[in-house]
């Protein structure tokens, strides 16, 4: 029998097969957005200052990226609005990338999950093809909810949702997976919403905190679903593009 089970910042996690991170508002969205506009990798850091040691030792084709509080600490070249990675700017460049939420989240399911992805809505179909190959192969799942500074996500958990529902739908043999509380309950939570992700970004908490900071155009980027149809993968300390 497989496990599909959901997890708010990691916490709880147990050992695993597959781990797919979500911080959809939006180092997830962000991770994808580069990769599919041609950056090498995408090097996830716990801290500012291990990201600026990261990048030191990068070399030239290394860019520093990130957000603390929603904006991009002293000296980083970019912060954490998926706008910000254009081709042209990471285009061929190595990302270091260090946020408040989502690369703490990822680095926590590395060390508890065999392989590692992030998810988002912008490569939900992709990331939901790799979450039913898992299932069919009775591999477990563990979908990991980055949340906000510890707290509770809807925006990550309503993604969650959706991953739950529809990698179970018409899924040979799913009497055989079992769900935990979290993934039973984000199902629930999804259901308003569904593909309504304006709605869904305008009830969430960190939505409407990016609109106080200025990065209201991120909340469009972070719903366009399945535009950057990449899956990020964690391979050793750097998330390549499958």
């Known amino acids: 029998m497989s496990q599909f089970y ?12 597959v781990a797919v991170v979500i911080d959809v508002l939006r180092a997830t969205t962000s991770i994808a957005t580069a990769l599919h506009h041609g950056a090498v990798c995408v090097v996830p850091a716990r801290t500012v ?19 603390r509080h929603g904006v991009p600490p002293r000296g980083f070249s970019l ?23 989502g690369t703490a989240a990822l680095l926590a399911a590395q060390s508890r999950a065999r ?12 990331i939901l093809a790799v979450v039913r190959s898992a299932l069919r192969r009775e591999l477990d799942v563990a979908i990991v909810c980055a949340g906000s500074e510890g707290r509770f996500s809807l925006e990550d958990t309503a993604c ?3 991953l739950v529902r529809l990698a179970l739908h018409r899924l040979p043999g799913r009497g055989r997976v079992q769900l935990n509380d979290a993934a039973r ?4 939570i999804e259901k308003p919403y569904d593909e309504k992700l304006a709605r869904l970004f305008q009830h969430a908490d960190h ?14 980027a972070c719903r366009a679903l399945d535009a950057h149809p990449v899956v990020p993968h964690l391979v050793g300390r750097e998330l390549v593009a499958l």
């Open 6 to 17: 959901v997890y708010e910042q990691a916490v709880g996690i147990g050992r695993t097969d």
């Open 49 to 67: 200052a291990e990201a600026r040691e990261l990048a030191r030792r990068g070399g030239a084709d290394t860019r520093l990226a990130g957000e």
């Open 79 to 101: 912060g954490n609005s998926p706008r910000e990675f254009s081709r042209r700017r990471v285009g061929g460049q190595r990302i270091v990338l260090t946020t408040t939420n």
């Open 115 to 126: 392989d590692v992805y992030t998810g988002s809505y912008v490569n939900f179909s992709e």
């Open 160 to 162: 969650a949702g959706r």
């Open 185 to 188: 309950s984000a199902l629930h």
């Open 207 to 220: 939505g409407r905190t990016l609109r106080r900071l200025g990065f209201a155009r991120d909340l469009a």
